[in-house]
């Protein structure tokens, strides 16, 4: 069974999207381990974009995540890496398929509704930076 990171961002929050994105990880058949309505500080924010420091958008990035209230889970299933991915659907939301949660909720690359990990070795760093 595999364990993933993702966190709802604060535009998801702030949209309302929380019930409807948690009943899409639930009917994929993931389990929520642990879940979060919280702040992320921002020695969170630089630990969990440290790969993306010194990029155009990452002051930005760190600001916007701190804004305001996430949702931070642990969810669990088979394959759960890649099954949140593909759920979430792609970065930008301009280009997200329609029925990913990027493509129905998101607007704008800079808010793009939820974070995920990427392989099972970011998940486990990232439940350690969220769940310590
Ligand atoms: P991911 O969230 O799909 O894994 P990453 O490339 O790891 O995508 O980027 C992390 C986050 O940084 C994205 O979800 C997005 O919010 C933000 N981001 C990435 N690239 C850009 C950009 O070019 N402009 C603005 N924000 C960006």
Redesign the pocket.
């Known amino acids: 069974m595999q364990k993933t990171y993702t966190m709802i961002k604060p535009d998801g929050v702030r949209n309302g999207h929380i019930g409807e994105i948690v009943n899409r990880f639930e009917r994929a058949g993931l389990t929520i381990e642990r879940m979060e309505l919280g702040m992320v500080t921002d020695e969170q924010a630089k630990a969990n ?1 440290a790969e ?1 420091e010194g990029k155009p ?1 990452y002051e ?2 760190i600001s916007y995540i701190t804004s305001g209230p996430v949702v931070k889970m642990v969810v669990s299933g088979e394959g759960a890496v890649a099954k949140c991915r593909s759920l979430m659907g792609a ?1 930008n939301p301009a280009e997200a398929a329609p029925g990913t949660i990027r493509g129905d909720f998101g607007l704008i ?2 808010e ?1 509704v939820i ?2 990990s ?1 392989s099972p070795e970011s998940a486990e760093r990232e439940i350690g930076i969220f769940f310590a």
Do not use: P
Request: overall charge negative.
């Open positions: 974009y993306h958008f930005g990035l970065t690359m800079d793009n974070h995920g990427d």
